[in-house]
């Protein structure tokens, strides 16, 4: 079993940056693709940004240049830095894990974190 504990939301102005990070005590930490999703109230859960176990990342189209996600497997940690958030960034942002190479689908993804609330005011 992966769990998974996300920190680092908040409330900030638009504009502003936050770091959210997720921690693991997986051994195999190494091994596993890993994801931030996030839901807005009343839409889907969307993918924002992937890593792979190689480095390979990916990035949601609407956050390219303002977000960047990151793996350190020394310390079994994720992040997502998130600069000049916009309103329509607030979300609740979840990590998740799974261990089948680098997918985009939530589906797939077998592993959440209870998720950590980002609000961006105008």
């Known amino acids: 079993q992966v769990q998974l504990v996300e920190s680092g939301g908040g409330s900030v102005q638009a504009g502003g940056s936050l770091t959210l990070s997720c921690a693991t005590s997986y051994s195999r930490f190494s091994s596993l693709c890993m994801g931030w999703f996030r839901r807005a109230p009343g839409k889907e859960r969307e993918l924002v940004a992937a890593?792979?176990?190689?480095?390979?990342?990916t990035t949601v189209d609407s956050v390219k240049g303002r977000f960047s996600i990151s793996k350190d497997n020394a310390r079994n940690t994720l992040t997502l830095q998130m600069n000049d958030l916009k309103p329509e960034d607030t979300a609740m942002y979840y990590c998740?894990?799974?261990?089948?190479?680098?997918?985009?689908?939530?589906?797939?993804?077998?592993?959440w974190g209870q998720g950590t609330q980002v609000t961006v005011s105008s």
């Open positions: 998740a894990a799974q261990g089948q190479g680098l997918v985009l689908s939530a589906t797939s993804y077998k592993f």
């Open positions: 890593v792979d176990s190689d480095g390979t990342t």
